[in-house]
């Protein structure tokens, strides 16, 4: 990869990771389902990581932990979450899984249930509010992200190729 | 192993590791996030101009889709305004009674000593696990951790939890973390008012720690108390829904519905500064 095909695939990574952003922030903001909205940054951290790989999907998840610190209240550990996302999922899909839209599905499913579970245990123990009142906003974020899982992946996809790995190959 | 983990990622992750130190660090020590305010910086004239296009598609999906629940609305509101008319030229002479009153009894008046600083809600909520709101306007414009925030009518929408350069977040009187002294206008009790997460998805909030011989009905005004002085006293919180007993059944509770309309506000004010009256 020259330097050239190296800078337009961030840069178009980039873009999608923002248009990602945008969308989760003041569309999806206003179209809650149940009562909750969906998130997207990490099904596109694991798209990114299922399409290029894991080092790809950790740079990727970087970025992302930074926007979520920023713009959505999370805080400087998202970074790290983030990558670890990224990386892991890379890692799955290239050794276990398959670095297509199944793989990219499954592991998605994996990290929104433990992204659910990482924001109901701690207030369900520190007594914020009872289990069932937790699961009834969790489950139905986990369900209404889950569903837009294929959009996103899309979005990387058609990155990938026309800037990225399958682009280059 | 080692090779491994330098071809997958390994670098990157340890670079995460120290980015996220680094800013921990700095954000615990000096209270200052760079990235955040670069961020927001950036992408506030994104937010604004979405925003801007978002209300007018919901202009356009009312106008097509709600044109006769908006005309009656309108009706009510027509009326409602005559009745407010009538009700500012008695309050004025109460206004001026009451300036007398307080002459005599060496009060100071207290409404008139806020400083607001008008601003629009530009992000409601973006997470579904707190009722947060972001406004366009940050330290550029004197806004301050702990400033109350109301809308146009003095009703409290909330308090300011993070401030960044030009624009800022606000926790609402719903959101879980929110606790604040309330005053029960009509038996002049005061209480606490308090965030509860289960009562957050209903837009209720809570009202703990009531005096025991305290007795209170349906629709009961609640207003901050002012105890403590960091907040501004007599803003008006909301009105009792109902009185509860805890799950101890030791203590009671009321649940309290927000006078603001948190769903739709789109203009507050922050209260930059006040002066405090005994």
Known sequence: ???????????????????????????????????????????????????????????????????????FHGGPMA???????????GLVTQYVLRQDFWGCVICTGVVLALRGAC??????????????????????ELVYSFLLTGLVYLLFRFVCHKFGRIALA | MKKFFRENGGLIL????????VLGVTGAIFNVNPVSNILGV?????????????????????????????????????????????????????VSQNARLRNLLGLQERRFDFEFEEATVTVRSSTNWESVFTINKGSSSQVEVGDCVVDEYGNLVGVINEVQLNWSTLA??????????????????TAVLEGDFSLMRQGLLRLSY??????????DQITTSGVGTRYPSGLVVGSIQSVLTDDSGLSRYAEVVPAADLENVKYVYVIKSFDVVE
């Open chain 2, 210 to 219: 009531l005096p025991e011989d305290t007795e209170l009905i349906s629709g």
């Open chain 2, 14 to 21: 340890i670079i995460a590791v120290l980015l996220a130190a």
């Open chain 2, 42 to 94: 950036l992408t506030t004239p994104f937010r604004d101009g979405l925003n801007a296009v978002a209300n007018w598609m919901e202009d356009g999906y009312n106008y097509a889709f709600r044109y006769e629940e908006l005309e009656e609305e309108n009706q009510r509101l027509r009326e409602r305004v005559a009745e407010l008319e009538q009700d500012a030229r008695e309050y004025e002479d109460a």
């Open chain 1, 79 to 89: 970074i790290v979450a983030y990558a670890l996302i990224g990386l892991l999922v």
């Open chain 1, 119 to 140: 924001l109901v245990v701690p207030r369900y123990a520190a007594g914020v509010a009872p289990l069932p009142v937790l699961l009834r906003v969790a489950v139905p």
């Open chain 1, 1 to 71: 990869m020259t330097r050239r095909d190296f800078i337009w695939k961030w840069s178009a990574y980039g873009v999608a990771l923002l248009v990602t952003t945008v969308v989760q922030a003041y569309v999806l903001s206003r179209l809650p389902v149940l009562g909750v909205t969906a998130v997207l940054l990490p099904q596109a951290v694991a798209a990114m990581a299922v399409l290029e790989g894991p080092t790809s999907g950790a740079g990727l998840g970087v970025a992302a932990g930074v926007v979520s610190m920023s713009l």
């Open chain 2, 172 to 189: 609402t009187v719903v959101d879980a973390s929110t606790e604040l002294g309330g005053r029960i206008v009509r038996t002049d009790d």
